[in-house]
């Protein structure tokens, strides 16, 4: 069956009205866009003025405004409801209704981690080789504070190799990037080689030296990953 929107390619969906769709929504369907372009270009040659062309930036069109006493918005109301029946328009918020409960198990993580004074040491460290801006927490819960740290874990999680991250080093405080369980083995991701630029990085190279002087001391099995592709070959 092909996609009733306009793009011409197989439909991969039933929606609600029964049409097939290349896409979850018409709204996503390429024919749809570019048939809702044109209609909109068509519409402006012809003088139409849409009701957002504000005299003033900082005025919003529909301000006080409601179904009852505009005619503009009861209409934009009805086209609404009208495609949310008929299944070409799709909540955004369908789906989504573990949102608020991960919310709380993120929030929970991360304070209960700022709290751990070396914890916060490492996050500095992340913070000094420009590692902050892309933290957060992969599908499956673990919570990375740097892109490469993010990649590394989805790796491991999608290979469902059994890891654990920011462990801490035993018999210190420091903690490790990960520990893969099962070869018992410590890594550390070295996303920007301290080696080369531990000038400028000053104590906080110290403290990553530190850190590896605890591995060795111990005679723990560790290994420096630089990049992505290093993690695939230790696995
Ligand atoms: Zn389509």
Redesign the pocket.
């Known amino acids: 069956m092909k996609?009733?929107?306009?793009?011409?390619?197989e439909?991969k969906f039933i929606l609600v009205n029964g049409k097939g769709?290349?896409?979850k929504s018409?709204n996503?369907?390429?024919?749809?866009k570019l048939k809702n372009k044109q209609g909109l270009k068509r519409k402006r040659k012809n003088g139409w003025n849409p009701g957002y062309n504000f005299k003033n930036e900082n005025e919003i069109w529909n301000k006080g405004l409601s179904a009852n006493n505009d005619k503009r918005v009861k209409k934009g109301k009805e086209t609404l409801i009208f495609r949310y029946k008929n299944g070409t328009l799709i909540p955004s918020f369908l789906g989504k209704f573990h949102k608020e409960k991960s919310k709380k198990i993120i929030s929970t993580k991360l304070k209960k981690f700022y709290k751990d004074p070396e914890e916060r040491k490492r996050l500095r460290d992340i913070g000094r080789k420009g590692g902050f801006g892309k933290k957060g927490i992969t599908e499956k819960g673990t919570r990375y504070e740097s892109l490469i740290e993010k990649e590394i874990f989805e790796y491991l999680e999608n290979k469902n190799i059994l890891f654990e991250a920011h462990k801490h080093i035993p018999n210190s405080s420091k903690i490790s990037d990960v520990y893969l369980i099962e070869k018992d083995l410590w890594i550390e991701i070295d996303g920007i080689n301290r080696e080369k630029r531990k000038k400028w990085l000053g104590k906080n190279y110290e403290y990553w030296l530190d850190k590896l002087k605890i591995y060795k001391k111990q005679n723990l099995n560790y290994k420096i990953i630089y990049n992505k592709k290093d993690i695939a070959q230790l696995v």
Request: net charge positive; charged share 5%; proline share 6%.
């Open positions: 996609c009733k929107y306009g793009c011409n390619q439909a769709c290349c896409s018409p996503s369907c390429g024919g749809m």
